[in-house]
């Protein structure tokens, strides 16, 4: 690394393996390997790592349920992982596994560490723990997990502690100072309550299993797996180790720049992370970014509710858009070169949707229908088209970007150009902003918006009946148009090229460019300037880009994802065959369905709910029975119209919710109504879990005066309905799409 060139590590969290990938795995690291390519073309020296985690009660019993050792159920899941990241065309520089020795032995050496600094001490514990998340959990037997709802497991033994509590006004000091940046602003308030409300001492062993690093000295202690697992970002840099090649790759990469994380793990590299290596006498990472939950019938993707999506779905899918040529043959058109180039055109198309279609950060639902829809608006007939009509016209004229004449012949024509420099500088400027604060959604706004710019030129100028004239100024003009427009497409895809590499690559190579990775070291492809085609260019072959995606390429994707055949009892779902490309997860519908507003004038109650300020809150829900005798009619007062017109029923969608400390009826929901996003209070925590809400469309009353409570403003109700005061309520939504912020009238 020279003087003048920055380091840039960059780390996913590791990979739970009790289960395959699916494509909440690949958002994160795609995201990951977008942010690494885009600092590799900036010049820093990137370092990017991804793994997964292996060890844990959890996969000792998962292992012992498939009849197999741990290793071995290990060795086959992260595989996959690895596999997977291969054929997406993931450009990691390494790969972590926690069952590695060079792992075992940073582990071992920062548990010493600790040790040695006083950090820890022996004691007993007893209370409740959660397998699923390998997390301590506060309350009495049976209490229920508040991050993944499962019931909780009366756990006790003997346990090394990490003194915590130690450590909670100097964590606080370095999140409010911005010393410890912690991204987005919601997250870093959560974490900064959770703090604030005290820390306790942190159990970071186990007795009462052995899949796990054992403690140095006491081997009857298996290290804390969230210990284990945090220690990965520094063993892969070679913490841990005496060899000097390892010291000096660890003093030169680390502290970490930026640790990416999905929210639900948020506490634990935020919180516990930094205090270990404070403790540790170890600096601390830069940046943890969180972002949201990939979501699926308007649920979280997992296992347990068998609505995950594979990503291989996918790339099997789109490859089909992608036959290989039979009319050029060649030893490296072989089937597995092919194959892999098929891979990485699908690829792309999965990292441009979940980057455009989801604000980074929040949480967004994913479809197939979706894909399809935004892969064949933005990508076949947007950029795909723009480039295949471009370069054809230029290729029919012989293919050579030339120097254009127009100007000294006629200057009105140059004066009436609708391609602004200005703007389009202006743009670049602000697609890189947007880049640097990882919002990609914004990001590709930009780009698209260049697209449109260039669309809108070759609209009013019409080069494809200008070529035909044979007045040799309209020949002129129509060589200053078709090359303005491939200068432009020169602009966008060195843009693009962190997102969709694959296809930037051809598009490059069409424009006679050569190799756009070639580009992208050499630094050609920041800073972009107008005019970076030159005069002469050769294009080179053309072929099409972004064929466009039939209808029935949605229902190929959903037959892909049903089962085949039922699952067999010796094959448990833990387990997957990573040699199949076959091996379909079940998709099931999300556990609660939205009643349509259609079918609310059969119910008796239309309530709106928010907290305790609604009788309906206040309520345990009572079984009705099946055979209920029709309601009375009502007898509430009548209102006039201008009474209700008073009324703003505005749609809004879900976006955040969450549950609120202490207040086991209350829900904090952020709602999207298009116009603007509002935060509401909703007394609905006995009835429905935050995951079963997000992404939900509802009826929300966005008149409503502000009301405070427990120290939060409520900015609006919901509407449901409900059978009588005792009832659920069933929020109001609709049987066909609408969009946000529309009234209801």
């Not at 308007?298 to 039979?326: C, H, Q, W, Y």
């Not at 019409?462 to 003009?477: C, F, N, R, Y």
């Not at 005069?535 to 037959?559: H, V, W, Y």
Request: with cysteine; aromatic share 8%.
């Amino acid at each position: 690394m020279s003087e003048t060139q920055k380091k840039f590590y960059l780390t996913t969290p590791i990979y739970y393996v009790n289960a395959r990938p699916h494509i909440g795995h690949a958002y994160t690291t795609i995201a990951a390997d977008v942010i690494a390519r885009r600092h590799r073309l900036l010049g820093d020296d990137t370092f990017f790592l991804t793994g997964t985690d292996e060890h844990g009660q959890k996969i000792e019993r998962s292992a012992a349920a498939a009849g197999i050792p741990p290793q071995q159920f290990a060795d086959q899941v992260s595989a996959s992982f690895e596999n997977l990241w291969k054929r997406m065309g993931i450009t990691n520089n390494d790969f972590i596994r926690t069952t590695d020795a060079r792992h075992k032995r940073g582990v071992q050496k920062l548990f010493t560490t600790l040790q040695a600094n006083g950090a820890i001490y022996l004691d007993t514990y007893t209370g409740q723990y959660c397998i699923s998340d390998e997390a301590y959990v506060d309350g009495p037997p049976g209490v229920v997990c508040p991050d993944c709802g499962n019931v909780t497991e009366t756990v006790s033994e003997s346990n090394y502690y990490f003194k915590l509590s130690e450590y909670g006004d100097r964590i606080a000091q370095l999140i409010e100072s911005g010393q410890l940046n912690i991204q987005p602003d919601s997250r870093r308030n959560e974490v900064l309550s959770f703090v604030k409300g005290g820390l306790k001492d942190l159990s970071i062993s186990r007795t009462s299993f052995k899949w796990g690093i054992p403690v140095p000295g006491d081997e009857s202690h298996v290290i804390y797996v969230w210990l284990d697992a945090l220690a990965n970002y520094m063993t892969a840099l070679g913490y841990g180790s005496d060899d000097p090649a390892d010291i000096a790759r660890f003093e030169k990469y680390w502290p970490a720049d930026l640790h990416l994380v999905g929210k639900e793990i948020i506490r634990f590299h935020c919180v516990y992370w930094p205090a270990f290596l404070m403790a540790a006498n170890l600096p601390l990472p830069k940046a943890i970014t969180a972002h949201g939950w990939l979501l699926f019938e308007d649920s979280k993707m997992s296992k347990s509710r068998g609505n995950i999506v594979r990503t291989e779905t996918i790339l099997d899918a789109f490859a089909t858009l992608k036959p290989k040529p039979v009319d050029l043959p060649g030893a490296v058109l072989s089937d597995e070169y092919w194959k892999h180039q098929q891979d990485l055109f699908a690829s792309d198309v999965l990292r441009y949707f979940l980057l455009r279609e989801i604000p980074f950060g929040q949480d967004g639902s994913f479809s197939f229908d979706a894909l399809v829809q935004r892969y064949n608006s933005d990508l076949a007939n947007g950029y795909g088209n723009l480039v295949s009509r471009t370069l054809s016209m230029i290729t029919k004229r012989g293919g050579l970007i030339t120097e254009d004449k127009i100007a000294a012949l006629d200057p009105n024509f140059m004066a009436n150009d609708v391609l602004s420099y200005s703007v389009i500088a202006q743009t670049i400027q602000e697609t890189e902003f947007e880049l640097e604060k990882l919002s990609f959604a914004a990001a590709l706004s930009k780009i698209l918006s260049l697209i449109a710019m260039a669309d809108g030129y070759m609209t009013q100028y019409t080069p494809w009946k200008l070529v035909s004239s044979p007045d040799p100024i309209d020949q002129h003009k129509a060589e200053f148009i078709l090359g303005s427009v491939a200068r432009m497409i020169r602009i966008i895809t060195a843009l693009l090229y962190p997102v969709m590499p694959y296809a930037t690559a051809k598009v490059w190579a069409q424009l006679g460019l050569g190799s756009i990775e070639e580009a992208a070291s050499k630094g050609e492809l920041k800073d972009l300037q107008w005019g970076g085609l030159k005069s002469g260019t050769k294009l080179g072959p053309l072929a099409p880009i972004f064929p466009r995606a039939p209808k029935e390429l949605i229902q190929i994707m959903n037959d892909m994802e049903q089962p085949t055949a039922p699952q067999k009892p010796d094959q448990p779902v833990d387990l997957p065959h990573v040699n199949s490309d076959h091996d379909a997860a079940v998709l099931k519908p999300s556990a609660f369905r939205e009643a349509p507003i259609s079918s609310l004038s059969a119910t008796p109650a239309l309530n709106p709910i928010a907290q305790s300020i609604h009788p309906i809150s206040a309520h345990h829900p009572q079984p009705i029975p099946a055979q209920a005798a029709a309601p009375a009619t009502p007898d509430t007062p009548t209102i006039a119209i201008d009474d209700f017109v008073k009324i703003d029923l505005r749609v809004a969608r879900i976006i955040v919710a969450e549950r609120i400390p202490k207040a086991d009826k209350l829900l904090r929901l952020e709602v999207d109504l298009g116009y603007e996003k509002r935060q509401i209070l909703s007394g609905i925590a006995e009835w429905y879990t935050p995951e079963e809400l997000i992404g939900r469309k509802i009826v929300v009353i966005a008149n409503l005066a502000p009301r405070k409570m427990r120290g939060l403003e409520s900015h609006g109700m919901l509407l449901a309905a409900s059978h009588d005061d005792h009832g659920k309520p069933i929020l109001a939504t609709f049987a066909e799409d609408i969009a946000l912020g529309s009234r209801l009238r």
